[in-house]
């Protein structure tokens, strides 16, 4: 009868330690990448820029430091909810194989099953993620000088700040707006969860003596080799992802993820889609 109950409501409640200590180092990881994921948003969808380094110049030249921090804040707040869901998802999907496997819950799982239970994680972890990237990348390609109120007849940016950018999407697109290019997203997340979880796995017991844990070493090298590997995966898909986000705030451009696909390799060459490919491997591991 436990067995059947474990097999029927198999899920577990992440202690509030371990969310307060997944949030606080989610927000750091976040602080120190996040210069690096605005200047690869704005070369994935804006053509102006010939390059990284291209980028990072004008961006500092017309913005300073701070164009570099754009649309930081929604993530830093909402990173806890987002890895809580992600892991816990994992987690709970890894446990409920288990007990389908042995109903003692002791069953040791196959690469396989890792691979499905990491992309459950990464498919719950849309619901929660989707809002929250659609209005950081928006806010990250707003390049507007970093002083445009003082500048005498300056255009302000259409959106003031992640709150003011949320309230005009609800206002113009409705909810739904909220989880434009959530589609593209899925199909990043979904997959990439499934490798990254999965790759993590393999490499740790790769560089592991048999029967013991790893240790601090082994799981940094392994953590940035799978983030790595992953978002070598992720990118193409990515690419597609923050330009249908981008799509709607004047016209909508692409009919769909398969037209947004189409449409930029025709006009750009198949390459289009690795564009922030090196920054988001430099930034992954």
Known sequence: MTGLRQLIFPFKIMPFVEFVAGWISGALGIMVGHPLDTVKVRIQTQVQYKGIIDCIARTYK??????????????V??????????????????HYLRIYREQDGTATLSNFDVFLSGCFGGLVQVLVSAPVDLVKVRLQNQTHHYKHHLVAGGTPPRYQ????????????????????GALALTLRDVPTCGIYFTTYKLLCRAMTEKDKDP???????????????SWTAATPMDVIKARMQMDGIEKVKY??????????????????LCKGMTVNCVRAF
């Open 161 to 180: 700040g992640p709150l003011h950018c949320t309230v005009i999407i609800l206002k113009e697109e409705g909810v739904k707006g909220l989880y434009r």
């Open 255 to 272: 009919r769909s993820v398969f037209d947004c696909i189409l449409t930029s390799i025709k006009q750009e060459g198949v390459w289009v």
């Open 62 to 75: 017309n913005e300073k430091i701070w164009g570099f921090f754009k649309g930081m804040s929604y993530p």
């Open 77 to 94: 707040l909402s990173t806890a909810l987002c890895n809580s869901v992600l892991f816990g998802s994992y987690s709970n999907a890894t």
């Open 215 to 229: 240790d601090t070493l082994t799981t940094l090298v392994a953590g940035g080799m799978t983030g790595i590997c």
